[in-house]
């Protein structure tokens, strides 16, 4: 990787970092590292040790809506690198705040292995599996106060194949958190650009007594993503009641 820093014409210095064009990297890769190198949330992240950028949503998402308390029991579904995990661990453990406050449990699935992380149980888990639900409550000794979902599909380069597949994700995450949460629970996740699909809000609303759609500062301009907060799960009966009727 080359990159360098241009001069205005009036003499300015242009801190803007720009990447030469390589032998055998396309104009989407230079343009997308050219983004990564500039983006002031990518140096912050480096700065204070986050995993990813990402790590500011969660934070954002929770100074917010407060979900995050001390002593919670939080699941991130699809973890990978493990930026949410981190903020989670020392907002749920009040970390060098109040030792005298409840110690949470932070518990991290994905589909593949991720560093370890001081505080948080990670395990390598699909949570499509038929039995992953049962696993995660055992893991944590009882129901999940917050279940987080930071997943996207892999992109396919067809827009209307990928919004399928984001819809089906976002729908699978929101089927395990019925089945995990503790009732009075939240659960967080990244949805479309509209918000949840129509099918999906009314279904939220009906579960939870609160819901909310929000684009989070750190969330970049040009993303069509947004998250979903739906705090005050109704419990299990409710989702049971529906599946009756």
Known sequence: MTGEKKTSGRGQRDLRVRVKTAKGRKLSSTLWLERQLNDPYVLRAKKEGYRGRAAFKIIELDDKYGFLK???????????????????????NALGQNPKK???????????EV???????????DFLSEDADEKVKGWLGGRADVVLSDMAAAASGHKATDHLRIVALVEAALAFAFDVLEEGGTFVAKVLAGGAENTMQAELKRNFRKVANVKPPSSRSDSSEKFVVAMG????????????D
């Not at 560093?115 to 888990?125: D, M, S, V, Y």
């Open 70 to 92: 001390p002593g919670a029991r939080v699941v991130d579904l699809g973890c990978a690198p493990g930026g949410w995990c981190q903020v989670a661990v020392v907002r749920v």
């Open 102 to 112: 409840p110690v949470g449990t932070v518990l991290g699935v994905d589909l593949q």
């Open 233 to 244: 799960f109704r419990g299990r009966g409710q989702v049971e009641d529906e599946a009756e």
């Open 115 to 125: 560093e370890p992380i001081a505080g948080a149980e990670l395990h390598q888990l």
